[in-house]
């Protein structure tokens, strides 16, 4: 059974930076996932942030967050992480890991980036950024 648990969040001002983890348990080995990041802020909907496909690393993220957060993965230590740099308080939010097995084909770049692409989600952790 997969699971997902995120870590790392937290209260920051604007400027700042935070590096959040996403540890993964239950994968099938030497299977391609894609995985990615979503938030969601009071009173909006949950949207993608950044995604990886963790056979061939091919990224895409949003383009509010583009040059400014960095996703990628530890394949030894199972985790998927997020380094957030120049955190705006339009950042604020919580923040999402998830996955879904890719059992055939690649992740799409679009897909990356959409919530109903994924079936596996963690329970989310805040990030405030204060201006």
Known sequence: QVQL?????GAVQAGGSLKLSCAASGF??????????FREAPGKEREGVAGIDTRDHRTNYADSVK??????????????????NSLKPEDTGMYYCAAVRRIVGVCSETGLLTSGSFSYWGQGTQVTVSS
């Open 5 to 9: 648990v995120e870590s790392g969040g």
């Open 28 to 37: 099938f080995a030497n299977t391609r996932y894609c995985m990615g990041w």
């Open 67 to 84: 040059g400014r957060f960095t996703v990628s993965q530890d394949d030894v230590q199972k985790t998927l992480y997020l380094q957030m």
